[in-house]
T-cell receptor
Framework: AQSVTQLDSQVPVFEEAPVELRCNYS??????LFWYVQYPNQGLQLLLK??????LVESINGFEAEFNKSQTSFHLRKPSVHISDTAEYFC?????????????FGQGTILTVHP | NAGVTQTPKFQVLKTGQSMTLQCAQD?????MSWYRQDPGMGLRLIHY???????DQGEVPNGYNVSRSTTEDFPLRLLSAAPSQTSVYFC???????????FGSGTRLTVV
């Protein structure tokens, strides 16, 4: 069985400051890792994913995440946030070897960017 | 518009009533799933399907039924609504293992 722990339920930050949203996972098998973003009253949108290869993955809007196998982490970072980044962020994991690969989500981190 | 369409967006039910949440996708995705979202608990998998005619239970299947007669549609049925089923329900689809899910905009259900 897999599990995901997002270490912060809420992260307040000022505009243009850096931010890190922390995610740790537990799994006995090889995994795929994902970050999703949910804006108010909307569905989730895929932000970025790690399947294999380079451990640093980037999104089109400046976020990046690094897969650290030894620490079983997949923290999300952005060097300078904008007001528009205010949203809830979910880390998720799936078994890369399973035919279906159920997606297990963390509890979510609410990022609030203040002017 | 390509994507995942969920109806209705809002619904209030009385305890014991039944209803069907509709989900349709036009991307020819084989994999479809239903999740419920509750505050502080993330999203939990209710049921999923890997193709027409094939469904399986997720983490929290009790009180829900699904069927997949076509690739496009994946309805979720609440058999006898209970207050514990008050939640936001999301349908999602993806093309293959490892690809990201496309989510619908959700159905906010209140059971009184």
């Amino acid at each position: 069985a897999q599990s995901v722990t997002q270490l912060d339920s809420q992260v307040p930050v000022f505009e243009e400051a850096p931010v890190e949203l922390r995610c740790n996972y537990s799994s006995s098998v090889s995994v795929y890792l994902f970050w999703y973003v949910q804006y108010p009253n909307q569905g989730l949108q895929l932000l970025l994913k790690y399947l294999s290869g380079s451990t640093l993955v980037e999104s089109i809007n400046g976020f990046e995440a690094e897969f650290n196998k030894s620490q079983t982490s997949f923290h999300l970072r952005k060097p300078s946030v904008h007001i528009s980044d205010t949203a809830e962020y979910f880390c998720a994991v799936s078994d890369s070897l399973a035919s279906y690969g159920k997606l297990t989500f963390g509890q979510g981190t609410i990022l609030t960017v203040h002017p | 518009n390509a994507g995942v369409t969920q109806t209705p967006k809002f619904q209030v039910l009385k305890t014991g009533q039944s209803m069907t949440l509709q989900c349709a996708q036009d991307m020819n995705h084989e994999y479809m799933s239903w999740y419920r979202q509750d505050p502080g608990m993330g999203l939990r998998l209710i049921h999923y399907s890997v193709g027409a005619g094939i469904t399986d239970q997720g983490e929290v299947p009790n009180g829900y039924n699904v069927s997949r007669s076509t690739t496009e549609d994946f309805p979720l049925r609440l058999l006898s609504a209970a207050p514990s089923q008050t939640s936001v329900y999301f349908c999602a689809s993806r093309i293959r293992q490892g690809s990201g899910y496309t989510f619908g905009s959700g159905t906010r259900l209140t059971v009184v």
